[in-house]
């Protein structure tokens, strides 16, 4: 009996020890944390003329209650700081996966600032401890984006212009270069060389000498008038002997001592009176309107010699063909037919090349534009696909990024193209309908001669 008993009892002192040994001894050191977790309080942004800060702070918590398990359970317990001895690193990326970090910053305190980050661009930032415990924790592993701009600083228009030209040039792409070198080449050399030329005074022979007289579009009668007294005096002298010649080749009952001798006359004696009139008046008119023609008016000063303006050499095609046919029956046929001859041809070389190229980049700035939105909608569509393929977590914000990008580009170059294109046509069809009017006004001159005669 004695043995059974002694025998129970080292049994049971046996499983004693193994239960002992088996349960862990809830046991914690002195400064051990047990369930950290990391909390970011704030996240706050500075935008200066150097750059872009961040600043940062955050607060630590602890669970320590514990169940027979030894599993934490209950709310949270903040730390004082003072008592925590942590490393902490603040990590700024332009990823949401963090595998470019732009900036990082160590520090002990609860808090922290990243300076000098680049504008316009988009951010994700963490804390994180550095040497973290085993039970650790934090809601700001994902991160948070901001997205900054360059402060708006007060600037006279000038700048605003310059500013303006400076983001176009950065994110338009190389068609933007085109569109612009086109432009520039459209307004700085295509347009002057086609407003000088479409000029009334370089077309017609002005009444005043001067630059401002010239290059002012006022006084269009007293440039291209013939008919009124304020109107083109070197017009109105041609139009004077012409008209005097005209009349000269129409036989008139005056020329003759009675109406009865006009009718009984026979065609001898009718061609002797048109060949006196031709010699006596016609062929004299004609010779000073020559004259006009080719040494101007007396008294008018011109800025150059009558013949170098287009409107005289019309004159003279019709008034040199007159005096070489005299006053024969087909002479109003080939007058009509040197007068028109020439007109084409002086209108032509007052149109030259330069209304064409208006018409040229009013068509190629609007395709250039479009080709420049298609490529800027590819690369949008390409830069997503690409971030996609290395980053499938990518957040929302990186993806529009990608496809503003590409957007950008694409409405940059329509915008440009358009506001070349739009106005290079515009200038066609001013000066095409310009030359035009010209031409219609030297037609007009010539037929308004004609029926005065």
């Given at each position: 009996m004695n043995l059974r008993c002694i025998a129970t009892t080292t049994m049971l002192a046996a499983l004693l020890a193994i239960i002992a040994i088996a349960t862990p001894v809830y046991a914690q050191a002195p400064g051990e944390l047990d369930s950290v977790w990391l909390h970011t309080s704030a996240a706050d942004f500075?935008?200066?003329?150097?750059?872009?800060?961040?600043?940062?702070?955050?607060?630590?918590?602890?669970?320590?209650?514990?169940?027979?398990?030894?599993?934490?359970?209950?709310?949270?317990?903040?730390?004082?700081?003072?008592?925590?001895?942590?490393?902490?690193?603040?990590?700024?990326?332009?990823?949401?996966?963090?595998?470019?970090?732009?900036?990082?910053?160590?520090?002990?305190?609860?808090?922290?600032?990243?300076?000098?980050?680049d504008f316009e661009k988009f951010y994700v930032a963490r804390v994180r401890i550095v040497n973290p415990p085993l039970n650790y924790r934090d809601d700001f592993a994902a991160g948070t984006i901001y997205k900054h701009e360059k402060p708006a600083v007060a600037a006279d228009s000038n700048e605003g212009i310059i500013n303006w030209i400076k983001f176009v040039l950065k994110y338009g792409g190389w068609q933007t270069y085109v569109i612009i070198l086109f432009g520039l080449i459209g307004i700085l050399i295509i347009w002057p060389i086609t407003w000088w030329k479409l000029r009334f005074a370089n077309v017609f022979p002005p009444n005043k000498p001067g630059f401002l007289y010239s290059a002012l579009p006022f006084d269009s009668v007293g440039k291209t008038d013939h008919l009124s007294e304020k109107g083109n005096v070197y017009a109105r002298e041609v139009a004077k002997y012409w008209s005097r010649a005209m009349a000269a080749m129409v036989q008139d009952p005056s020329y003759w001592d009675s109406t009865e001798d006009f009718i009984k006359a026979s065609m001898q004696e009718q061609e002797e009176v048109k060949k006196r009139m031709w010699v006596e008046e016609g062929l004299p008119a004609i010779e000073q309107a020559i004259d006009v023609c080719k040494n101007g008016v007396p008294g008018i000063k011109l800025n150059r010699k009558p013949l170098e303006y287009p409107f005289p050499r019309v004159l003279l095609a019709a008034l040199e063909n007159q005096r070489a046919n005299r006053n024969n029956w087909w002479a109003s046929q080939e007058m009509d037919r040197a007068t028109e001859n020439t007109a084409y041809k002086e209108i032509d070389e007052i149109k030259g090349w330069t209304i064409t190229a208006f018409w040229a980049l009013g068509s190629i700035e609007p395709m250039l534009g479009l080709f420049g939105t298609v490529q800027g909608i590819q690369k949008a569509f390409m830069g997503i696909q690409a971030q996609l393929r290395e980053n499938p977590d990518a957040q929302m914000a990186e993806t529009v990024e990608k496809l503003a990008g590409g957007i950008q580009q694409a409405l940059?170059?329509?915008?440009?193209?358009?506001?070349?294109?739009?106005?290079?046509?515009?200038?066609?069809?001013?000066?095409?309908?310009?030359?035009?009017?010209?031409?219609?006004?030297?037609?007009?001159?010539?037929?308004?001669?004609?029926?005065?005669?």
């Open positions: 500075e935008k200066t003329d150097e750059g872009f800060i961040l600043n940062m702070s955050w607060e630590i918590f602890q669970k320590k209650a514990r169940d027979r398990r030894g599993t934490t359970y209950g709310d949270w317990e903040a730390l004082d700081p003072q008592n925590v001895d942590y490393t902490y690193r603040i990590e700024v990326s332009t990823d949401s996966s963090f595998s470019s970090i732009a900036k990082s910053e160590e520090t002990s305190e609860m808090s922290g600032t990243v300076r000098d980050l940059i170059t329509t915008i440009l193209g358009l506001m070349f294109g739009i106005p290079f046509m515009l200038m066609y069809y001013y000066y095409r309908g310009k030359a035009d009017m010209i031409f219609s006004k030297w037609e007009e001159v010539l037929i308004e001669i004609l029926n005065r005669a």
